[in-house]
């Protein structure tokens, strides 16, 4: 068994834990970062990440601090200078980009761009230590530092533990930390599509009775469709074959979509979730560790580069 010192340990090196730990490190602190699995690596010509973050100006202005933005413009992102919203037909709210004398109004940028940019830089700076494979299987306070035991028998101690290992996080059960949780009465599908015609740099999102319909605007000729519903229909759609949801696509979005070809999608359940500590001597939770709402409540990834 070895014992390795370091000032943080960062448990979880996705989106939220991967800028945590580069930030702190460009502060001065000695962090080490434990994770699954490296991120997958970037493929230019490969289809989109279902996943997507829309990101604001002032998002990438923290990226660029982070000295990763270039890595996202070298791999893909796509700029949006209109944002439209509507319940009615007769009533929209729209916020444009040139009406605001701004250049743009953000960025969509697929999640597996940003966990590799950070992942490059963290692998890149000389305060981070990457511990990859890397498995937590027992976590105990020892005097003033927390003692991280991971698979294989090596130990960490740190100073300061934090919990960066999404909604199921194992440092929030080993801390002792309870949640406070429920269902929400929708689920959420997320398709990549193609688009017959050029999607342009306008994202828009329509409520129903039944919940939003969004369009995101992707690279090259590709778009995402965000898709609210019962979690009864999503189980439906999901059940289907891409030709049967293009032809549900058809019938539920607005006619201004126009033709799309679906080619991959994913689902999941909306859940509220909050721990009930947030620190601890020796320990914090950040991100969906901490907690998780309904994506439309800002939960995404201008919630964790505030």
Same mark, same amino acid.
């Given at each position: 068994?070895?014992?390795?010192?370091?000032?943080?340990?960062?448990?979880?090196?996705?989106?939220?834990?991967?800028?945590?730990?580069?930030?702190?490190?460009?502060?001065?602190?000695?962090?080490?970062?434990?994770?699954?699995?490296?991120?997958?690596?970037?493929?230019?010509?490969?289809?989109?990440?279902?996943?997507?973050?829309?990101?604001?100006?002032?998002?990438?202005?923290?990226?660029?601090?982070?000295?990763?933005?270039?890595?996202?413009?070298?791999?893909?992102?796509?700029?949006?200078?209109?944002?439209?919203?509507?319940?009615?037909?007769?009533?929209?709210?729209?916020?444009?980009? *040139?009406?605001?004398?701004?250049? =743009?109004?953000?960025?969509?940028?697929?999640?597996?761009?940003?966990?590799?940019? =950070?992942?490059?830089?963290?692998?890149?700076?000389?305060?981070?230590?990457?511990?990859?494979?890397?498995?937590?299987?027992?976590?105990?306070?020892?005097?003033?530092?927390?003692?991280?035991?991971?698979?294989?028998?090596?130990?960490?101690?740190?100073?300061?533990?934090?919990?960066?290992?999404?909604?199921?996080?194992?440092?929030?059960?080993?801390?002792?930390?309870?949640?406070?949780?429920?269902?929400?009465?929708?689920?959420?599908?997320?398709?990549?599509?193609?688009?017959?015609?050029?999607?342009?740099?306008?994202?828009?999102?329509?409520?129903?009775?039944?919940?939003?319909?969004?369009?995101?605007?992707?690279?090259?000729?590709?778009?995402?469709?965000?898709?609210?519903?019962?979690? *009864?229909?999503?189980?439906?759609?999901?059940?289907?074959?891409?030709?049967?949801?293009?032809?549900?696509?058809?019938?539920?979005?607005?006619?201004?979509?126009?033709?799309?070809?679906?080619?991959? *999608?994913?689902?999941?359940?909306?859940?509220?979730?909050?721990?009930?500590?947030?620190?601890?001597?020796?320990?914090?939770?950040?991100?969906?560790?901490?907690?998780?709402?309904?994506?439309?409540?800002?939960?995404?990834?201008?919630?964790?580069?505030?």
């Amino acid at each position: 068994m070895t014992n390795q010192p370091t000032e943080i340990a960062i448990v979880g090196g996705g989106m939220v834990g991967g800028a945590l730990a580069l930030g702190l490190a460009q502060h001065g602190f000695a962090v080490t970062v434990i994770e699954h699995a490296e991120p997958a690596p970037f493929v230019a010509d490969s289809q989109p990440d279902v996943r997507i973050s829309a990101i604001s100006a002032a998002s990438v202005s923290l990226l660029k601090g982070l000295g990763v933005w270039d890595a996202v413009q070298a791999m893909r992102c796509h700029p949006y200078r209109r944002l439209e919203t509507w319940e009615w037909e007769t009533a929209h709210v729209v916020f444009d980009a *040139a009406e605001l004398k701004l250049p =743009l109004l953000g960025y969509m940028v697929e999640n597996t761009v940003l966990q590799q940019a =950070l992942w490059q830089a963290l692998e890149a700076h000389p305060k981070v230590t990457l511990r990859v494979p890397g498995s937590l299987i027992a976590l105990h306070r020892h005097d003033d530092l927390q003692e991280l035991e991971l698979k294989g028998g090596e130990v960490i101690r740190a100073k300061l533990v934090i919990g960066a290992d999404g909604a199921n996080s194992q440092v929030r059960q080993m801390a002792g930390i309870g949640v406070h949780a429920w269902q929400y009465a929708q689920s959420c599908m997320l398709i990549s599509v193609q688009c017959e015609n050029d999607p342009g740099d306008s994202t828009w999102q329509q409520f129903t009775p039944d919940g939003p319909r969004a369009f995101l605007p992707l690279f090259d000729n590709w778009a995402s469709l965000v898709w609210y519903d019962s979690p *009864a229909r999503i189980r439906q759609l999901q059940n289907m074959n891409m030709a049967q949801l293009q032809a549900e696509i058809a019938k539920h979005f607005p006619s201004r979509l126009g033709y799309v070809t679906p080619l991959a *999608a994913g689902a999941f359940p909306l859940t509220r979730r909050h721990a009930l500590q947030y620190v601890q001597p020796g320990l914090a939770l950040v991100g969906d560790a901490a907690h998780t709402i309904h994506p439309l409540a800002g939960q995404g990834s201008e919630s964790w580069l505030s």
